[in-house]
């Protein structure tokens, strides 16, 4: 036992990667920035996709796409399978906006109502009220009832509008949060595998 331990505290210390030191919302938002000038056009096209870890062509998505995407580059998180076997396991607690009668893993992650619901059941709704946090979750309605989501960029005080990154129409975007109504904010730390 004695012999053991000496040999464990001679061993030189595992080096983590760089990455690995970074705080869980700064590798969500490097990874959301990666998006700005690769994911060029706003495309909301119903598309089949392989399952799990399906995806539309980086260049091409909608806001859900940069949500995905981020949390699939920053932790290997996917969350087309998540929300799909959350809506398979309570699908009743799912918004039926779409007339849908079962899961359909092409899409489901891909809507607004749907991620904000799966946010909710995660427990990771924060209040509105503070300052912004990078890397919160921001869902919102748009002029005519649309549904958007956005990634905050940076913290900064509740008094100002965050710059977030996110596809509104044009591709993915650097820019100050839209205008909206019946917004709710999200902070949803990734979990260890």
Aim: proline share 9%; aromatic share 8%; charged share 20%.
């Amino acid at each position: 036992m004695i012999a053991r331990r000496a040999l464990l505290a001679a061993a030189p210390a595992l080096a983590l990667p760089a990455w690995a030191e970074t705080p869980w919302p700064a590798r969500l938002v490097a990874a959301a920035r990666a998006q700005v000038g690769r994911t060029v056009l706003y495309d909301p096209t119903y598309v089949r996709l392989a399952y799990p870890g399906g995806d539309v062509p980086i260049e091409r998505g909608v806001c859900t796409d940069v949500i995905i995407r981020a949390y699939r580059t920053a932790f290997g998180l996917d969350l087309q399978r998540l929300v799909h076997e959350d809506m398979a396991r309570s699908f009743a607690a799912y918004p039926r906006t779409w007339g849908l009668t079962r899961p359909d893993r092409n899409i489901d992650h891909r809507r607004v109502p749907n991620l904000e619901t799966f946010l909710r059941r995660k427990g990771a709704a924060v209040p509105l009220e503070g300052a912004w946090k990078a890397g919160d979750l921001v869902t919102q309605r748009l002029a005519g009832n649309l549904p958007h989501i956005v990634i905050v960029a940076q913290d900064g005080p509740a008094s100002a509008s965050p710059r977030v990154i996110h596809n509104i129409g044009g591709g993915a975007r650097l820019e100050p949060l839209p205008s909206a109504r019946n917004i709710a904010r999200f902070r949803f730390a990734p979990q260890p595998a």
